[in-house]
C-alpha cells in the first residue's frame, strides 16, 4: 500500500486543530517500510498555525517481503524503534503473526502489514484535551488500511535518554515536570491507549490493536 501524505483539518475541545503527515523511506528495506510523520498545529482565530504537538508512525509492509526472498526479521531489525515488534507479533517459524494475537485481539487477521505507532509527543499547555488521542485516531484511519495489526510499545517519554530528539522540543516538552512515578506513568499510559481500543500482550508492555 502507498502512504501518502495527507492533511486533515477538525475541532477538538473548541480548538481549530490540523494534522498534517509526511512521508520518508530509509535505506536497506525502503521497498517495504514507511516513516510517517505528523505535525498537530493549533489554528487560532487569525489563522496563525502553531505547532503543538509531533507523532510518528512506521509501516511495514510484510506482505510485499513474503512476495520476495527478503527476511522478516530484517524488516523490523534495520531500526531499533520497530526491532522489539519482532519477537512480540511474529512466529520465527512461520514468518507469520502469532497465533495468540488473534485471541487477544477477538478478531481474525486477514491482512499482513504492520503499522507500528512509534511517538505521540503535545506539548503540556495542550495535554489532557485529547488532541493526542484524536491525531493517533486519524492516523490509525489514514494509513492502517491493509494492516493486520497496529502496535506500539507503551512507554512513558519522561524516562527516555535526556539526549533523545531535538534539544529545543524536548525543552518545550517539559518531561521533567511529568511523574517520576514510573509504574504510575505506566499504567496511565496503558489506560490512555486503551481507550483507542489497544491491548496489552502478555509478558510485556508492547500493546496491539486491530487494524480491521
Given amino acids: 500500500m502507498r502512504c501518502d501524505a495527507a ?3 477538525k475541532t477538538v475541545s473548541g480548538m481549530q486543530i490540523r494534522f498534517s503527515s509526511s512521508t520518508s523511506k530509509w535505506d536497506g528495506m525502503d521497498k517495504y517500510s514507511t516513516c510517517i510523520e505528523v505535525a498537530v498545529t493549533c489554528i487560532d482565530k487569525k489563522g496563525n498555525e502553531r505547532i503543538i504537538g509531533k507523532v510518528r508512525l512506521f509501516y511495514l509492509d510484510l506482505g510485499a517481503v513474503f512476495e520476495t526472498n527478503d527476511s522478516v526479521h530484517d524488516l523490523f531489525d534495520i531500526r531499533s524503534e520497530t526491532s522489539p515488534f519482532y519477537s512480540a507479533l511474529i512466529d520465527y517459524k512461520t514468518g507469520d503473526f502469532k497465533s495468540n494475537l488473534e485471541k487477544i485481539l477477538g478478531e481474525y487477521i486477514c491482512d ?10 503535545i506539548l ?21 488500511r491493509a494492516c493486520g495489526v497496529v502496535a506500539l510499545k507503551c512507554f512513558p517519554l ?10 529545543a522540543w524536548r525543552r518545550k516538552m517539559q518531561f521533567g515536570k511529568l511523574s517520576r512515578d514510573r509504574k504510575r506513568s505506566l499504567a496511565k499510559l496503558k489506560k490512555y491507549y486503551a481507550s483507542l481500543g489497544f491491548k496489552v500482550l502478555p509478558g510485556n508492555d508492547i500493546m496491539v490493536a486491530f487494524a480491521g
Avoid at 499482513?112 to 509527543?121: G, K, M, P, Q, Y
Avoid at 535526556?162 to 534539544?167: L, T, V
Fill in 124 to 144: 503540556p499547555e495542550f495535554r489532557g484535551k485529547k488532541i493526542g488521542l484524536a491525531c493517533l485516531g486519524w492516523c490509525l484511519q489514514q494509513y492502517s
Fill in 158 to 167: 519522561q524516562f527516555e535518554c535526556a539526549g533523545m530528539g531535538e534539544p
Fill in 112 to 121: 499482513l502489514n504492520v503499522l507500528i505507532v512509534d511517538r505521540v509527543e
Fill in 7 to 9: 492533511t486533515k483539518t
